[in-house]
């Protein structure tokens, strides 16, 4: 193999063991995070924090639903306007 095909790939001993533990400790944060303060949260403010993660979720499936439907539009929804005419 040429050097140019080993230029991208990660050198062996390049990420220590704390460089890991790093690494995996911000990607389990935001998890963590809800994980925790999801029962506090719901303790101080009653019934409406589980309203509020139901209004969330309607909103990610309209906005995944609005997304599909685009996805195949190709701009037949609003054309880009061309130069020239009225």
């Known amino acids: 193999?040429?050097?140019?095909?080993h230029s991208n790939r990660l050198q062996a001993n390049s990420v220590t063991t704390?460089?890991?533990?790093a690494i995996s400790a911000a990607f389990m944060g935001p998890a963590v995070s809800v994980f925790f303060n999801t029962g506090?949260?719901?303790?101080s403010s009653g019934t409406t924090f589980p309203l509020s993660f139901l209004i969330s979720l309607?909103?990610?499936?309209?906005t995944?639903?609005?997304s599909l439907l685009l996805r195949g539009a190709d701009n037949t929804i609003?054309?880009?306007?061309k130069r020239g005419t009225p």
């Open 1 to 5: 193999m040429s050097e140019q095909s």
């Open 58 to 62: 309607v909103a990610l499936l309209l």
């Open 40 to 43: 506090l949260a719901t303790g």
């Open 64 to 66: 995944l639903c609005f």
């Open 18 to 21: 704390i460089g890991t533990l």
């Open 78 to 81: 609003a054309p880009p306007l």
